[in-house]
Structure formats: structure tokens, C-alpha cells
């Protein structure tokens, strides 16, 4: 292998971020996991919500046995309209700990973010080469309001999962002195990746972007590097294409859509996720971002997105990572970008791996904006650096301390169903499913009559699609069957059908 860390050229900005990283990792890895621990322990005593939970966990016999032929099940099944073997596996390690009960649920995501934390620091510590960067980002990362429903949401569990994996597999291969066994590891913890989420399929092309921009190899030697990762990637890609044949639940409206009326409204809706990780309010579980009437946004937007990819290109070889960190960015949100049909177009968890760029990005460029405040207004050398880290350490204290509260704030929003629900009603009222879904929550805890009116009054106001006007007339019917049959035996309702209906009303 011609791999060397003498590849990796040096430049001026590499040397000044490198500059000064001496603290300790094991009190950095420490106070992260502690950090976590402080933001997220409430929700081991979070109930599951009617959004996957069912499915994943509460109506799935695939997690209920270690008998050979239910292994054989999820090795070779579809799970919930994914080929995701090794998160059904782990769902089937947590029945067997913890039977149907959430808090083990909760928990294991919990270490699991705690986990991908601590990959975050190591991993982008190890390509600025400035622990103080690393922990900045990996802070953010653990703590940013967006993170909830990844963490919060057992069915999110893929997303965790399949993290852990990209990350470690990361560490592997984005080294500039990475050597064959770096890269034989690397591919294995992509393939188990791939066994978690089909998302893991940008991997490659990641690697191949590290491997030209920042180690400086050429296409022609990066390239081959990358077939056998790449062969896996479609692999699991055919397979898991061949399992999402239908569309139920979500956002359907934009479904029909051409792909250049979907890339212009992408060109939007990722500003949105940069301004929602910079100032996230109005969080929910579903949004409903317009579709119509954007030409102006849409020409801003994409404007601004050339503008970017300019600075990129000219600067690339002085500033690497921010080069690669842009690239990257795109490619991690490639697979929700409905350039392959999902029925979502925006979800916080989609932030979940994103974000470590946006983040690194800012904590690099707070780094340097220090140290250029303290060499223009402080002769020192010794209290440049001391003002630096005094910048630098304020305001990253002060970011990390505003999303830990605002986490602590909307973390009781995903409690059970119906918090959620309402929360989301409040949101986004027009949405269908959302009423659906809080209807649902209703009727699980008892509230069959409100969920009832819920439904008329969305068949009514809402518009609902034609799948969705078939669900709701189908709760409908079997709830108001519910509640007579209840009725019935509370009261004693006689057998003379006037008679009945009038109580009925007056019940």
C-alpha cells in the first residue's frame, strides 16, 4: 500500500487548528458521556409511541424467539417494509432483556448515542487534528434538540444502529495513513451498516471525496479502492428496493412530483435544516413544508447552493475539510432527498449524521475567528492563546448549554402517543395523518368519543387522500361500534331501537 501520512499535505489553516490540543480524551470522553446521561435520562421513563413502535417492537413476533427458524426469519424477511437483519437482532436482544417493557428500549438508544458521541470526537478529532473541535462538534451532536427523535423514538433504533457503524467504519478509512487492513475493516463495518439501514449506501462515496480532496489521490487510484464497497451497496440497494413497493402513512402530496420540481424544493428545505440546527423552534414529529408557489425561494435557495459550491471549489485545496465537510453533508441527506420516492420530506432524523458537519464547520470557524480577534487586539502571545481559548470555550459553552435546555424543554414531547400527537396537532393541524395519529393516542387511552370527533371533524376540514379517507371512515366504524357495545352494557340500552338511539344521544 502506497498509503503514507506524508501524503496529507499541511496548509496554514491545518496548522493553526491543529495548534494547542493537549487535553486529556478520557475527560473529554467522560464529560460527553456525562453530558448525555444529564440531557437524556428522562426518558427511561417514556412509554412507546403509535408511530412504528407497534411494528418494530409491540406486534413484532420476529423479536419474541432465539429459535433457529425465527433467526432464519430475520435473516432472510422483510421488517416493516426494510431489510434491516441486525436492527431486528438487536430489538430481539432487547425483548429478551427486557420483555416489552420501554425503559430497556430507551436505554440501549441512549448508549447507543453515547456511543456515536464518542466516535464523533474521535473521528473529527482525528481529521482536524484538534481535540477542542472534536469535542465542540461531538457536543452539539449529543445534545441538539434535533437529536431527540432519533434518541427519544425506539423505532429510530436503525438510525442509531446503523451510526454506530458508519462512524467506526469511518475511523477506518478517512486516515491519511490508512493501509489495507484499515480498509478490510472499514468495508467490514460497512457491511454491517448495510445489514442496519439501507442509508450506509453513501459510504463509499464519502470515502472516495476524503481520498481526493484531502489525501490528493487521483480518481483513477481512489476509485478502485472502492469496489467492493460499492458492489455491497447496490446489493443491499436492489434488496431493499424490492421491499418498499407501497406507500402507506406520511406525506403523500408530493409524490407525483417531476425530479427537477423535487430538487428545487430540496434547494429550500436544506436551508431549513441549516436554520433549524442554528435556531430550532416549532420542533414535531412531521412537518408540512409547502411545495407550491416557490419560484422565488427556490431561486434563492439554489443560488445560494451555487454560491457555496463556488467557495468550495476555490478554495478545496487550501481548506479540505470544508470541501469535504459540504460533500458530505449532501451526500448523508442524498437518501431523504425523495429522489427516491419516501413519504416524508423533512424529519429531524435526518439531521442525526448531517449535523456533525454543519457543527464541525462552526466549531472550526469559531476557532479561527478567535485566534484572528486575539492576534488583531492582543500583543501577547501568551494571552492570544489565553483569549482564544477564552472566545473559543464561551461561546461553545453557551451554544451547548442554550440546546441542552431547549432538549430538556421539548425531551417531554415524545412521553407517550399522545403528547406527541398533540404537540404535532399544534404544529401541523392540516395534516391528515396527524389527526389520525392523535385520534389513535386518544383512543388508546380511552378517549374513544373525542377520537371519534376528531376523525369527523378531519374527514370534514382536512381533504384527507383516498387512502387516508379509508382509514379514517375504518376507525370510524369500529370505534362507534366500541362505544355502543360499551354503552350497552353500561346502561342496559333496551332492544327497542328508538328507544336505543335516544339514549345513546343523551349519554
Known sequence: MDSTASDHRVTPVDRSLRAG?????????????GLIAAVYWPVLSFDFVNWDDPWYVLNNPLITSWHPTNLWRIVTE?????????????????????????????????????????LVLLLVTRLTDNRSI???????????????????????????????????????????????????RGTAWLALA??????????????????????????????????????LCILLLRITMSAQNSV?????????????????????????????????????????????????PIVLSSLAWMGVGIICWK?????????????????????????????????????????VCAFGLASGGLLLSARM??????????????????????VIATGVFGYASATANYLPVWRDGLSLWENAVERVPQLPVVQ??????????????????????TLQSREPDEPDRLRIEDRITRWHREVGLRTQGEVNLPSDRENREILIKGI
Open 436 to 457: 389520525i395519529q392523535w385520534a389513535d393516542a386518544l383512543h388508546d387511552s380511552g378517549q374513544v368519543e373525542r377520537a371519534i370527533i376528531v376523525l369527523e371533524e
Open 78 to 118: 422483510f421488517n416493516v417494509k426494510n431489510y434491516a437483519p441486525l436492527t431486528t437482532l438487536s430489538l430481539l436482544i432487547d425483548h429478551t432483556l427486557f420483555g416489552k417493557s420501554p425503559e430497556g428500549y430507551h436505554l440501549m438508544n441512549v448508549v447507543l448515542h453515547g456511543i456515536n458521541a464518542v
Open 134 to 184: 472534536g469535542l465542540a462538534t461531538a457536543a452539539l451532536f449529543a445534545v441538539h434538540p434535533m437529536q431527540i427523535e432519533t434518541v427519544a423514538w425506539v423505532s429510530s433504533r436503525k438510525t442509531l444502529l446503523c451510526s454506530v457503524f458508519m462512524l467506526a467504519s469511518c475511523r477506518c478509512w478517512l486516515r491519511p495513513d490508512r493501509i489495507g487492513r484499515d480498509e478490510f
Open 248 to 296: 402507506m402513512g406520511g406525506v403523500r402530496g408530493h409524490l407525483g412530483m417531476s425530479k427537477l420540481q423535487i430538487l428545487g424544493i430540496d434547494s429550500v428545505i436544506v436551508w431549513k435544516y441549516v436554520g433549524m440546527l442554528a435556531w430550532p423552534s416549532g420542533l414535531s414529529i412531521l412537518y408540512d413544508p409547502p411545495t407550491e408557489g416557490l419560484l422565488l
Open 315 to 355: 478554495t478545496w485545496r487550501r481548506l479540505p475539510l470544508l470541501s469535504l465537510s459540504v460533500i458530505t453533508w449532501f451526500l448523508l441527506l442524498f437518501p431523504v432527498l425523495n429522489f427516491f420516492p419516501i413519504t416524508t420530506l423533512m424529519n429531524d432524523r435526518y439531521m442525526y449524521l448531517p449535523c
Open 373 to 394: 480577534i486575539a492576534v488583531r487586539f492582543v500583543t501577547s502571545p501568551t494571552s492570544r492563546v489565553r483569549t482564544s481559548k477564552l472566545i473559543t470555550g464561551g
Open 21 to 33: 490540543t493537549n487535553s486529556s480524551p478520557r475527560m473529554a470522553i467522560c464529560g460527553l458521556l
Open 194 to 231: 448495510l445489514l442496519t439501514k439501507a442509508a450506509a449506501i453513501v459510504l463509499p462515496p464519502i470515502v472516495l471525496a476524503y481520498d481526493v480532496i484531502v489525501r490528493r489521490r487521483t480518481i483513477a487510484d481512489a476509485l478502485p479502492r472502492q469496489l467492493m464497497p460499492g458492489l
